[in-house]
């Protein structure tokens, strides 16, 4: 009939992978072992390797990023704001020599 079907934990995996890739163990031994098919195994493998590159990702790089990108919207945000000063003048001087000149 049907095997009620297994669930291994993340640290039960991590155990099967690291004894076939540290200890040499061969994948049919731990196939066997554990009650599971080879291709669940090389399913974890190809996760491990696929994802292995999280365990060095300390948040510095994403942070130096993030740090440039403020950066960069605080000078953009001055810039835009010395804009609208720049501008608000002209249209005054404009208003003020519209007035002078009889046009308003």
Request: proline share 3%; aromatic share 6%; net charge neutral.
């Amino acid at each position: 009939m049907n095997k009620a079907r297994r669930h291994f934990t993340p640290q039960e995996k991590v155990a099967a992978l690291k004894r076939h890739l540290l200890e040499g163990t061969p994948i049919s031994d731990l196939c066997d072992e554990l009650g599971m098919a080879p291709n669940l195994f090389y399913r974890w493998q190809k996760d491990l390797f696929e994802n292995a590159h999280r365990a060095f990702d300390n948040g510095r790089k994403a942070k130096a990023v993030e740090d440039a990108k403020d950066q960069r919207i605080e000078r953009l945000e001055a810039k835009l704001q010395r804009k609208n000063e720049v501008l608000a003048e002209l249209m005054e001087e404009h208003t003020q020599l519209k007035k002078d000149l009889g046009e308003l």
